[in-house]
């Protein structure tokens, strides 16, 4: 695959505790988005980031969920309060750049598993 | 609204012969890109193929084959030649003029020695 990076790549939470996600993206990919996936279910759109913005957030969940894209450093995906409903897989996709038309493919890391007990 | 639809939950297939993996969408976008991707039991999501609305010809790539149909909205993957490492989850998705994919919900692939 394509270096996309993500950790952790489990991690367990408490109801009400915290949850940041990392992603650094493949090294001259300026786009980074965050997908959810639940058990059996294909992967849906959170957020697409480009450094220092947010471009697009219609997929994030209006409360407690947030991201950002720094000049330096990976992406985070940060999720406060979790509840028992955040446990999924979340994906991290770069890309080098975006377009009106797809072949700007997306390339995905691992995932973080996130169990919210 | 765009919309990914694979109909087949799982599928089996005998080893070193060939699967077609089902796909259909729907979109109102003139341009938009078609993507197969390949998810082992590892969890990682492996790009495999795409293609282009305004593409004429199908998309290969090795073992890995679209067959495109535009007026059926249906992208259908074809693996020729399976191999056990072929079993996993294989997702369609759909990118058009806006920012995000949309992913169907996947059809299971075992390769039966």
């Known amino acids: 695959n394509a270096g996309v990076m993500q950790n952790p790549r489990h991690l367990v939470r408490r109801r009400g505790q915290e949850a940041r996600l990392r992603c650094s993206p493949v090294k001259g990919h300026s786009h980074v988005y965050w997908y959810r996936q639940l058990p059996e279910e294909g992967l849906k759109f959170m957020v697409y980031?480009?450094?220092?913005?947010?471009?697009?957030e219609s997929g994030m969940p209006k409360e407690r969920f947030s991201a950002e894209f720094p000049k330096e450093g990976p992406s985070i995906l940060r999720i406060q309060q979790v509840v028992r409903g955040d446990s999924a897989a979340y994906f991290c996709a770069s890309s080098p750049r975006t377009g009106t038309i797809a072949k700007n493919i997306q390339y995905f890391g691992a995932g973080t598993r996130l169990s919210v007990l | 609204a765009q919309k990914i639809t694979q109909t087949q939950p799982g599928m089996f297939v005998q080893e070193k012969e060939a699967v077609t993996l089902d796909c259909t969408y729907d979109?109102?976008?003139?341009?938009?890109?078609l993507f197969w991707y390949k998810q082992p039991s590892s969890g990682e999501m492996i790009f495999l193929i795409y293609?282009?609305?305004?593409?004429?010809q199908n998309a290969t790539e090795g073992r890995y084959s679209l067959n495109f149909q535009k007026a059926r909205k249906s992208a259908n993957l074809v693996i020729s030649a399976s191999q056990l490492g072929d079993s996993a989850m294989y997702f369609c998705a759909m990118r058009g003029t806006g920012n995000q994919f949309y992913f169907g919900t996947g059809t299971s692939l075992t390769v039966i020695p």
């Open positions: 979109t109102s976008d003139q341009s938009y890109g």
């Open positions: 980031l480009q450094k220092e913005n947010i471009i697009d």
């Open positions: 293609q282009g609305s305004y593409d004429e």
